[in-house]
């Protein structure tokens, strides 16, 4: 069988903060035992809060920095811990796609000199060659021959993220790791980017791990969702089975608070109470309990395991 693209083995990240002059520095866990799969041509969809690790682990698995414990591997490969020994065919076979297409792109740059410019630091082709491949993939994303002499600004947010896909694809990656890609367009235009990263993946069999806050989305592209809440981890299964059947509580909770036209759904809609807690210091037992609206007397003593085919860490599914 052909080994995962992306292969994260308990990844956790954390990291050491100084909380005054004078006071002991604290850690702050924001990744622990992170654990997935994802094979060419298909799509993980990672969601959650803000603040639930879902950046960090996008930090982890494009590489830019190393996690504290865990493994991560690409091809089966195992990634080095010290990022800058890297080799070459590692730093490119994972790119990504940010939220913000204007941020992600040099303003002085043209669009040319942006898709080109990874294919010279990699010392690949000859100048021709590389514009040559630089127009190909700028036919492939929906634009035109005549952008590639074009500035940034003189574009749509849609086309600048049709422009920041193109660059991520210039090295041909086997994983892209697509950092809430739509959030910061226009709703009308969500659609159209949505379709085309669906047809790229089909084409060119690259894996997606794509993370995002909006349900509605998340079940547009996702193959297998995982939803994490303070750096875990808490539910990971098929997409459908997931939509279809949430099993732990939070997950119903994001779920239930999705807009519907359903006036039945509407009505069973579950409030959490209280705000994320800082992962500073993170609630004993199962991280939840502080806002889980079913939590029993051991959820705050004893921390349930990722458990089952359909994922969940909960012990009302493992009583
Ligand atoms: Fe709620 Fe307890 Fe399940 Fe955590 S383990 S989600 S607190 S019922």
């Known amino acids: ?43 993980l969809a990672i969601v959650g809060e803000s603040g ?49 297409p204007y941020g992600a792109l040099n303003p002085r740059q043209t669009v040319g000199a942006a898709l080109t410019e990874p294919l010279r630091v990699h010392h690949e082709s000859d100048a021709r060659g590389r514009e040559d491949a630089a127009r190909r993939m700028l036919r492939q994303v929906g634009l035109r021959d005549e952008h590639y002499d074009r500035y940034p600004h003189m574009f749509s ?32 235009i969500r659609a159209q980017v949505l379709n085309l990263l669906t047809d790229l993946q089909q084409s060119l069999g690259v ?34 089975a997931l939509f279809d059947a949430p099993q732990h509580p939070y997950t119903q909770a994001l779920l239930s608070a999705t807009p519907t036209v359903d006036r039945a759904a509407r009505r069973q809609r579950t409030v959490l109470r209280g705000e994320l807690p800082s992962p500073l210091n993170p609630p004993t037992g199962c991280a939840f309990h502080t806002r889980c609206p079913v939590a029993l007397p051991r959820c705050a003593q004893e921390r349930p395991a990722l458990a089952g085919t359909h994922r969940v860490a909960c012990w009302l599914r493992q009583a």
């Open 157 to 188: 947010g849609g086309q600048r993220q049709r422009i920041a896909i193109a660059r991520a694809l210039m090295l041909r990656p086997r994983a892209l790791v697509l950092d809430e890609p739509v959030s910061a367009l226009d709703v009308s």
């Open 52 to 100: 639930c690790g879902k950046s960090t682990l996008a930090r982890l698995l494009t590489m830019i920095e190393p996690p504290t414990a865990g493994t991560l591997r690409v091809d089966a490969q195992p990634v080095p811990a010290v990022v800058a020994a890297l080799p070459p065919q590692l730093r490119r076979a994972v790119q990504i796609v940010f939220q913000n």
């Open 207 to 240: 894996a997606y791990v794509f993370i995002s806050h909006d349900l509605s989305v998340v079940r547009h592209v996702a193959d297998e969702v995982a939803v994490m809440y303070l750096g875990r981890i808490v539910e990971q299964a098929p997409r459908d």
């Open 1 to 43: 069988m052909t080994p995962p693209v992306l292969q994260a083995e308990q990844l956790s990240r954390h990291y050491r903060v100084r909380r005054g002059l004078f006071a002991e520095p604290a850690t702050v866990q924001a990744l622990a035992d992170v654990s997935f799969d994802v094979y060419a041509g298909r799509t």
